[in-house]
């Protein structure tokens, strides 16, 4: 069981140092926001790891805020590229239309 998850442990650091080379490289906005967003699944992975090897269950609060934190992170910065470039938001509108 402990080699499982050294091996774990082992991909996870790979995975993270891969997906930092991804927020540092870019080349959009998008990328990275996608790429934080894998950074901290990477981290709640390697939080329930740490709970494995050390048998208790006080980081599944930690994880689960984590992943709030994350969606509604990635949700907003989306929004926010998205109203940027003109696909969110109100229509503009026509000539003789509403108030």
């Given amino acids: 069981m402990e080699i ?3 091996i774990a442990g082992l991909m996870l650091a790979a ?3 891969l997906t930092l080379i991804r ?4 080349p959009n906005p998008s990328d990275r926001v996608v790429a934080t967003d894998v ?6 992975g390697t939080l ?3 709970a ?3 048998h208790h269950a006080y980081t599944i609060p930690v994880i689960l805020i984590l992943s709030l934190l994350a969606f509604a992170g990635t949700v907003s ?3 926010f590229i998205a109203g940027r470039q003109g696909v969110v938001g109100e229509k503009p509108r026509r000539k003789g239309e509403g108030a």
């Fill in 77 to 79: 910065v989306a929004r």
């Fill in 15 to 17: 995975a993270a140092v």
């Fill in 48 to 50: 329930a790891v740490e």
């Fill in 4 to 6: 499982v998850l050294v």
């Fill in 23 to 26: 927020i540092v490289r870019g």
């Fill in 39 to 44: 950074l901290i699944a990477i981290v709640a």
């Fill in 52 to 54: 494995a090897i050390n």
